[in-house]
């Protein structure tokens, strides 16, 4: 009898199980993926001003990405999303506008930088065509990728982080334009396979304004890095 009762509570709560299963709405099935992107920046063409610390220059995108096959053998893959981008500069100096709103690193006396970060955040909307050697199906497999990206610069902010001669530790923050561009514009390369790849972005804008940027040159953007993709 025992038994038999056991049989049965097994089988009720199996048959209420299935039913709450086949009650759930069903999740949806988005055709993307999202995609993250991992870099170092760097600057081209730029003034003393701007020389950069190595690892504290990160970058991070995290974009919508979808694949069209045009055939087995090639791809059109546009994504949208937003990029997170550091520059961070080896001079202990203060960043900000003078009068007449041109960017200048002015002395900040007395103290010793520990940080000094510009900031910048961009909507950004990547492009590219992929070549698959081995060919695919369904964008899985090795490839190679060329395209193009533009942004449009959402905000941007300082941070200075430093210590005065008494030993206190201070951290400054700005919101400004600080003489930058608007928008950005370039051209990526990829070389992988769908879940991880490697990538190199090169921007053809200059990241400050015309004549808006400290010294004498106006300095482009580049970012070398890693992607996954399958979220």
Do not use: H
């Not at 009762?5 to 069903?26: E, F, N």
């Not at 045009?70 to 550091?86: D, H, M, N, R």
């Not at 200048?104 to 990547?126: G, H, M, Q, R, W």
């Amino acid at each position: 009898m025992k038994k038999s009762i056991g049989v049965l509570i097994v089988l009720i709560c199996s048959t209420m199980l299935v039913a709450q299963q086949k009650d759930r709405p069903s999740q949806p099935d988005f055709p993307g993926e999202i995609m993250l992107d991992f870099g170092l920046n760097g600057l081209s063409d730029r003034g003393n001003d701007l020389a950069l610390k190595a690892w504290p220059s990160k970058s991070f995108g995290i974009y919508y990405n979808r694949i069209f096959m045009l055939s087995q053998k090639f791809a059109f893959s546009p994504s949208l999303g937003l990029a997170f981008e550091q520059y961070a500069f080896e001079e202990d100096m203060n960043f900000q506008e003078d009068g007449d709103r041109n960017v200048t690193f002015s002395d900040i006396d007395d103290v010793s930088v520990k940080k000094n970060k510009l900031a910048v955040n961009y909507l950004e909307l990547p492009v590219e065509f992929r070549f698959y050697p081995t060919k695919s199906v369904a964008g899985e497999g090795l490839f190679i990728g060329l395209g193009g990206v533009a942004g449009l610069r959402i905000n941007a902010r300082t941070k200075i982080k430093y210590t005065t001669a008494d030993d206190e530790t201070r951290v400054e923050k700005l919101r400004d334009t600080f003489g930058l561009n608007n928008v950005r514009y370039g051209v990526q390369a990829r070389f992988g396979i769908k879940g991880i790849n490697v990538f190199y972005k090169q921007y053809f804008s200059t990241l400050f304004k015309s004549g808006r940027a400290p010294g004498e040159k106006d300095a482009t953007a580049y970012t070398i890095g890693v992607n996954i993709t399958g979220f």
